[in-house]
């Protein structure tokens, strides 16, 4: 059984930096495409991140030179370093590994940009 921890999520200044862990168990973080995806309240889920296996990376643009998702396969963790926080990163984070045809969802951590 596949399971994905979020971790690191909280409240921060605009501005300041936050680094979120995505812990797998049953499933190697290697294997897969591994992502980072956001909500916000009244807002459709949105893709923040993605890592491949190959190595390569995409970004949503709105992120792009802030945040950096990075995987650490002998911890099985999945990383988003964020930086330069803004009011607007204000969100649920949800980690997601997608296979061909199944997708599997962390349940959420909460970070929070406010002054």
């Known amino acids: 059984q596949v399971q994905l921890v979020e971790s690191g999520g909280g409240l921060v200044q605009p501005g300041g930096s936050l680094r979120l862990s995505c812990v797998a168990s049953?499933?190697?973080?290697?294997?897969?495409?591994m992502g980072w995806f956001r909500q916000s309240p009244g807002k459709q889920r949105e893709l923040v991140a993605t890592?491949?296996?190959?190595?390569?990376?995409n970004y949503a643009d709105s992120v792009k030179g802030r945040f950096t998702i990075s995987r650490d396969n002998a911890k099985n963790t999945v990383y988003l370093q964020m930086k330069i926080l803004k009011t607007g990163d204000t969100a649920v984070y949800y980690c997601?590994?997608?296979?061909?045809?199944?997708?599997?969802w962390g349940q959420g951590t909460q970070v929070t940009v406010s002054s």
């Open positions: 890592a491949r296996t190959g190595g390569s990376t």
């Open positions: 049953g499933s190697s973080v290697s294997s897969y495409t």
């Open positions: 997601n590994e997608r296979r061909s045809s199944l997708s599997y």
